[in-house]
């Protein structure tokens, strides 16, 4: 399945005529086993597809909410090898829902590109967003991921110029992360008018599907994007839930609390298209 898992989830999601819902969660956050039943929790809620983030010491595209996620996965023992091992576990459960390893280039280079490739083939990954390894460098994990099927999918932003988008798109695969802003994960989110137009550049370059996220957080904002975008990417609202939950001293509540957050979020994404059409 691999890549082809994600191609068809666009498509089904299009064929009903709205975007697809992408949640993120911190693989091993709180602890190993709460992070598998709330990556479960999310995909039950509805989430079309599932960014697993693998934790690193120093998460730089991350803000506070996320960045404090991968600490406490850190601590709970987590690393990129049970990264994978909570995906297998996913997998073994749900053969549907594509799986997104959202990392950084240390662990997976650590590991090897050609184990990781290999891997995360086996355990179920279907595509792999390093934040930190640019297009002109990311050829030799690239062919790695490409020989076991994976997609590679590579992040836009607002400043990102159409030369530079034909950059992103050569040797992109699955879809386009557009990020709203020009900061990290949680910050705010940019104009609706530039947010527009380097959506459709992404789209009419890569010839891809595209998902807006950073700073996505609200119903409200998501039904927004879901207006603009192919898929809407919420991250820090979820982490959130599981904050929460560590400081009410009840981990395993977030569970719940995740899967409340994402129905919310799953139904405005669903409805944002045909709310405009009544309008």
């Known amino acids: 399945m691999t890549a082809d898992r994600i191609a068809a989830t666009f498509a089904a999601c299009a064929e009903q005529g709205r975007a697809a819902f992408v949640g993120y969660l911190m693989a091993g956050d709180p602890d190993i086993e709460t992070s598998f039943r709330n990556i479960k929790a999310l995909a039950e809620a509805g989430a079309d597809i599932i960014e697993v983030g693998a934790p690193f010491t120093d998460p730089m595209a991350d803000g506070a909410a996320i960045q404090k996620a991968a600490l406490r996965s850190l601590a709970a023992g987590a690393n990129l090898r049970v990264t994978l091992d909570i995906v297998r576990r996913f997998r073994a459960e749900n053969a549907k829902t594509p799986i997104i390893i959202m990392g950084y280039a240390n662990p997976i280079h650590r590991m090897g590109y050609a184990s990781f490739a290999k891997a995360a083939a086996e355990v ?19 062919h790695e991921l490409q020989a076991h099927g994976l997609a ?25 992360y557009y990020v709203s802003v020009a900061g990290v994960t949680g910050a705010g989110v940019g104009a609706d008018a530039d947010i527009t137009a380097g959506v459709e550049r992404a789209k009419r370059i890569s010839n891809l599907p595209v998902a807006v996220g950073f700073g996505v957080r609200t119903p409200e904002q998501a039904a927004k994007f879901a207006r603009i975008a192919d898929g809407v990417v919420v991250g820090s609202a979820l982490v959130e839930q599981v904050r929460e939950a560590v400081e009410q001293g009840d981990p395993g509540s977030s569970v719940k609390k995740i899967s409340v957050v994402a129905k919310t979020l799953s139904n405005a994404i669903a409805s944002a298209r045909i709310e405009r059409s009544v309008h």
């Open 152 to 176: 590679v999918i590579r992040l836009a932003t607002p400043t990102t110029t159409e030369k530079r988008m034909e950059t992103v798109a050569n040797g992109s695969s699955g879809f386009v």
């Open 124 to 142: 179920g990954v279907d595509g792999l967003i390093v934040v930190d390894l640019p297009p002109e460098e990311d050829a030799p994990l690239r």
